[in-house]
């Protein structure tokens, strides 16, 4: 079960947040949390592996706890935050590890529901590497983290973008988007409409395979970053 807990100063939201997440199965929710303070200290206490974070607290804003978790060392913990539009930009600036999605107020629970799917194939594809190929999880990271700062056509989601990235990144050999589509449960013209996206922002590169006689066959494969990670 992945443990989650909610911050949210309004205990009406914060329960109808609970609610939520404990109709989505795998997760469950193991607190609340109505200031940044409260927030910080059942961090430390639950040790979540999730946290459903508001950015507007009556104490230190989330942005603040965000900060403070990375700073602090605190074990891993993931975050999606609930923040406004014109917020974007500076929590962006926050996503220093760790994994930090965001959902724009207001919002439905269909759009809950996608990100914490999203987050759960996530953890268990990352669950399936060894502690051997830890440089493999830091390169994942640090393309996730580049990803994170494109803007996406109209229609794309960013936890489906970042799910694509992790298919191609686990792949032993380059997939056609029929592949792509069937890992993650698309289809296959909106599979190949986040490749060519992939494509355009220089993240994957695209291969032609010529086999049996008719049209060649598009490839893809993630491109490997030059830059450190560090």
Known sequence: MIRTLIVDDDFRVAALHRAYVEKVPGFIVVGEAGTGTDALRLIATTRPDLVLLDIYLPDISGLEVLRTIRETGTPRVDVIAITAARDVESLRSAMQGGVVHYLIKPFRFAALQEKLQSYAAMRQRLAQLSEADQHAVDTLYHILRHASSETLPKGLSRPTLELVIRILHEAAHDLAAAEVA????????????????????GRVEVVMRYGSPGRPEHRYHLVAPVASLS
């Open 182 to 201: 069937e890992l993650a449960s698309l289809s296959r013209v909106t599979a190949r409409r986040y490749l060519d996206h992939l494509v355009q922002f």
